[in-house]
């Protein structure tokens, strides 16, 4: 079965970064796009970034200009570098894949990680 673990976050001040990391593991089955999503306290979990095995990416309008979305296929490994720190940026941090950018963003899957918690406090 395919297995993601997540790892990087932490406690970071309004205005620092953090590069999360989401190792892949098991079968692929194909599927080559992937996407970062986190969900808030007491919110729904939504998609923050996602990029394909040709490097086409999306961005939630909330984190462009700020999120970078990157892969190392020879590592099996998905980054997200996260500049520019908010508040609203806190959350758990879950990476996940599919067959397509659409499927990503519709975000329905069997399985998830545990995630990597992100806080951003002063």
């Known amino acids: 079965q395919r297995q993601f673990v997540e790892s990087g976050g932490g406690l970071v001040q309004p205005g620092g970064s953090l590069r999360l990391s989401c190792a892949a593991s098991g079968s692929t089955f194909s599927r080559d796009a992937f996407g970062w999503y986190r969900q808030a306290p007491g919110k729904r979990r939504e998609l923050v970034a996602a990029?394909?095995?040709?490097?086409?990416?999306e961005y939630a309008d909330s984190v462009k200009g700020r999120f970078t979305i990157s892969r190392d296929n020879a590592k099996n490994t998905v980054y997200l570098q996260m500049n520019s720190l908010k508040i609203e940026d806190t959350g758990v941090y879950y990476c996940?894949?599919?067959?397509?950018?659409?499927?990503?963003?519709?975000?329905?899957?069997?399985?998830w990680g545990q995630g990597t918690q992100v806080t951003v406090s002063s």
């Open positions: 990029i394909t095995s040709g490097g086409y990416t």
């Open positions: 996940n894949e599919d067959l397509s950018i659409e499927a990503i963003v519709a975000g329905n899957f069997r399985s």
